[in-house]
């Protein structure tokens, strides 16, 4: 059974810093991309980023010079490492990974990052 462990949330200062991971397990096939979402009270989940196997990425506009997607494909591991964290970016953050071949899509269990002074 395929599971996404997130961790790295927490309780950070305008300005500040988080680094997120995300760990898979269970699974013998490999990772075509790995990414994270978020859901803010009241809206919709959205795409923060993500990375392809290959190493090709994708940012949301509101993140872009601020957050940046990593990944260790042997240890079917992404991180999302965020700087000058800022009050919007309040919200529930949630790993999601595709896997190759079926494309077969997981969701991590999500973990709280709350930026407040």
């Known amino acids: 059974q395929v599971q996404l462990v997130e961790s790295g949330g927490g309780l950070v200062q305008p300005g500040g810093s988080l680094r997120l991971s995300c760990a898979a397990s269970?699974?013998?096939?490999?990772?075509?991309?790995m990414g994270w979402y978020r859901q803010a009270p009241g809206k919709q989940r959205e795409l923060v980023a993500d990375?392809?196997?290959?190493?090709?990425?994708n940012y949301a506009d509101s993140v872009k010079g601020r957050f940046t997607i990593s990944r260790d494909n042997a240890q079917n591991t992404a991180y999302l490492q965020m700087n000058s964290l800022k009050p919007e970016d309040t919200a529930v953050y949630y790993c999601r990974a595709i896997y190759s071949g079926s494309l077969t899509t997981y969701w991590g269990q999500g973990t709280q990052v709350t930026v407040s002074s």
């Open positions: 269970g699974s013998i096939f490999s990772i075509y991309v």
């Open positions: 990375i392809t196997s290959g190493g090709m990425i």
